[in-house]
């Protein structure tokens, strides 16, 4: 059964800082991970997604990368902003189930 | 790109009363879509995976008779929580893919907060 962690489970920065955000999952068989940011009360709103094939995307000050053989991957938020307070999810999508299983998130908070 | 719609985003209803919350994908098909439910503090949980001109598929542990899913067409499934007690409360959200995209992702409504009193 796949299970999918997040680390930290809450992070509090000042602005400006570079941070990274960690998820493992334990069963490496995946089509892609994808990263979503939601805010207190939303939904989910699409960061990155990640194909199996590829190791990293890029989004504007975010990048995500992944090592599928070790079941990792990170979200690299560069010079963070108080906008970027919210809580960031990781899921995969496993091949065939057309599932999505999802870490609890880390909510980050960016202090002015 | 793909944007999925829910509604309401939230209500309130009295203990033993049905609530229906409705996906519609806005600008694609969706032959399949998939309810979850998010507790405070906690990941989103699939509960179900609606089909489109079929039954649902139902998680271990999800009651089918309480959480009814209705998919009738290729832009809507609907979830009605029938009888919701105090418990039922949550945020309940919907997703779907866009499949004419290929591998594009999962796009998720706003949710619902649902608060039975």
């Known amino acids: 059964k796949q299970e999918v962690t997040q680390i930290p489970a809450a992070l509090s920065v000042p602005e400006g800082e570079n941070l990274v955000l960690n998820c493992s999952f334990t069963?490496?068989?995946?089509?892609?991970l994808q990263w979503f940011r939601q805010d207190p009360g939303k939904g989910l709103t699409s960061l990155l997604l990640?194909?199996?094939?590829?190791r990293e995307q890029t989004s504007g000050r975010l990048n995500a990368s992944l090592d599928k053989s070790s079941g990792r991957s990170t979200l690299y938020i560069a010079a963070s902003q108080p906008g970027d307070s919210a809580t960031y999810l990781c899921?995969?999508?496993?091949?065939?189930?057309?599932?999505?299983?999802f870490g609890k998130g880390t909510k980050l908070t960016v202090n002015p | 790109g793909a944007v999925v719609s829910q509604h309401p985003s939230w209500v309130i209803c009295k203990s033993g009363t049905s609530v229906k919350i409705e996906c519609r994908s806005l600008?694609?098909?969706?032959?399949?879509m998939f309810w979850y439910r998010q507790f405070p503090k906690q990941s989103l949980m699939l509960m179900a995976t609606?089909?489109?001109?079929?039954?649902?598929?139902?998680e271990q542990g999800v009651e089918k008779d309480k959480f009814l899913i209705n998919h009738a067409s290729l832009t809507l499934s609907t979830l009605t929580v029938t009888s919701a007690h105090p418990e039922d409360s949550s945020f309940y959200i919907c997703?779907?893919?866009?499949?004419?995209?290929?591998?594009?992702?999962?796009?998720f409504g706003s949710g619902t907060r649902l608060t039975v009193v």
């Open positions: 997703s779907a893919r866009d499949l004419s995209r290929g591998l594009s992702g999962y796009t």
């Open positions: 069963d490496s068989a995946i089509y892609n």
């Open positions: 990640i194909q199996s094939s590829q």
């Open positions: 899921a995969v999508f496993q091949g065939g189930s057309e599932k999505l299983v």
């Open positions: 600008d694609f098909q969706a032959t399949t």
């Open positions: 609606s089909n489109e001109g079929s039954k649902a598929t139902y």
